[in-house]
């Protein structure tokens, strides 16, 4: 009878643990996913947003005081002409919102880039027309009156008059693929400066301006692709094929780059007089309230000097008005960052050690310094020419910490997030007189609020209630902050994750997860943190016996300048230090296996992975890279240079990388890797291994085949971190 009564409790407890515990399956599969408010288009009342409703059959107007829905701007049920649509994907409002074009049928280039089936919809007359017939379109653009739309294909700029019956024109010919393209970035441009449309229109629509490269030159990449599943390639049923593209590696040339402008009614394309070197970059161009002002922001190669030039798109003059000059690198939320207001621009600076916001007038003259302090500015909202007040959020309370604040024109900082702790997000109304406000902390998946502009809360439109409940009938573990110096007197941020009935007394194995690369940031009070959301991955490793940790070391974000560029000319020396010192760190505490902890990381962290595990303190009994870069030598020019140079200015630092570190790795690793990776070639793998054979290192490697750099689609997910699990498991026996 005990026998029995021991077997019911152990049956129980089973059932008990199955019915209470995360599943990997339902964890790939975003059973657990948040809600969140997407897609929101501040109208011009500043009293009201738009929005794609889910489906993607309308758009609805929604009131930025109550959430409620106060209309419906486009509805695919209810167009009077006979284009009839299904769904559409996205949207873009004209200026003055009497039209809208629609996004239909899109497919994803690059990481920003796509191509799609654009129609306009006039709103009073709810009649739908192609905005082009003749192949899909690029990143279409409304002219500021509204009264036309610029749109890139086959590498040449277009333009629609609605005015003249939509008549089409095409505004540049030299357009040709792998050589030359007019508007849109090239592959490196378009990654490493996060954007994918390179013109602009000037404020009265008598001209329009672009970037125009030059990527003949620039050498070709290739990798193979085949059939496959999910989707199935059936064109390479037979013989595989290839994706073949230009890809600058480190220290090859890049294309050259030039900025040109076209009169609209003479038809006369000019070339601006930049003084640019031929390796130079220009990461955007700008139009001012002034038809007659062009800004454009250019970087030497080493991206150590940002010019910002005022151009006369006539008479192609260009005039050199703000230099920003830094002793390693210009990172690149300065140009992804920047803004034009009214007579003027907000850049955004470390000069102080500390990003802040400088308002500067056409110029180049620096009115004020809107915002200041030993902390980060971490977006730009808007600013209130009017008032003079400057809207933005930062992490002045704590490095781990983001809140939302308005300074006024004196300079005084009001808080307006109401929160204690956590992260917040905002998106401000025209006008800047309300903002919806989307805010989570390390245990809380997001509250998403509408506010106005003193911070007081109005409405909530999501709080992911259901989402808590389900979590909530769930054991799962403590998560929480720690801090530790090393020896070298750094001190070092991490969070950790506990199994669910953590005994202090016993010794667990760790599993420890990083990103390191520059300006990043993982330890962050925020839903965010950590995998899939809320820590899910690491409480389903915590659920099977394991302590998750993070810890960002040197070269990370969100502590200054100095801490962050410390890492400069010598990546994955410091980070993988730091990432052994955390090991040692834990392995010093009582509850810890030091015997049993295991490191893994994706792209950088991969790369900063087989850094630490080849350190030269073996402490990682295990490890996975997925996706990592394994020399630097073989990525792109503009990421590697921004904070390495060229191989041949600093070949010292290239040369100490995983591939040279070979020899010295300790603990059993696991390698994965997408077969059409167009990030991180699989060729760094490839040579890594031949590298591992050679110095005669056991490993296993996994490939995923006609994966990207996200490693996703059908089983993949679920396949891929079900092997980085077993591979942690293994470590345990």
Known sequence: MKHLTALLALLCAALFAKADGLSLKDLTSGVYSQKGIHG??????????SQLAPG????????????????VLFDVDNVKNRVKLDRIDGYQMSPDEKNILVQTETRSIYRHSKTAEYYIYNVKNRT??????????EQPLWSRDGTMVAFVRGGNLFLVKLLFNNSESQVTKDGEFNKIINGKPDWVNEEEFSFARAFDFNEDGTMLAWIRYDETDVPMFSFPLYKGMSPERQEYADYPGSF?????VAGAKNSVVSVHSFDIKSRVIRKMQLPISSDGYVPRIFFTDDAEKLLILTLNRHQSQLDIYL???????CRLIVREQAECYVPEETVTSFRTVAGGFVLTSERSGYKHLYLYDLNGTLRRQLTSGNFEVKAFYGY??????????SNQESPMRRSVYKSDSKGKITRLSTSEGGTNNAIFSTGLRYYMNTWSDLNTPSVTTLCDASGKTLCTLEDNAALRQKLGALRLGERKFFSFTTPEGIQLNGFMVLPPNFNPSQKYPVVMHQYSGPGSQQVVDSWNAGNMGGCLYEQYLAQEGFISVCVDGRGTGGRGRDFEQSTYLKLGQLESHDQVEAAVWLGQQPYVDKNRIAIWGWSYGGFNTLMSMSEGRPVFAAGVAVAAPTSWRYYDTVYTERFMQTPRENGTGYDDCPISRASRLSGKLLLIHGLADDNVHFRGAAEYTEALVQADKDFRLLA??????GIYGGNTRYHLFRQITQHFKEMTK
């Open 384 to 393: 209130d020419t009017k008032s003079g007040s400057t809207f933005f959020a």
């Open 244 to 248: 073949d593209y230009k890809y600058p």
């Open 40 to 49: 929101v288009t501040p109208l011009l009342d500043g009293e009201s947003y």
């Open 311 to 317: 151009a006369n798109p006539r008479s192609t003059e």
């Open 56 to 71: 993607g059959k309308q758009i609805v107007v929604r009131s930025f005081r109550t959430g409620q829905q106060t209309g």
């Open 128 to 137: 739908l027309a192609h905005l082009s017939e003749g192949g899909p379109q």
């Open 704 to 709: 995923y085949t006609n994966r990207n750099h």
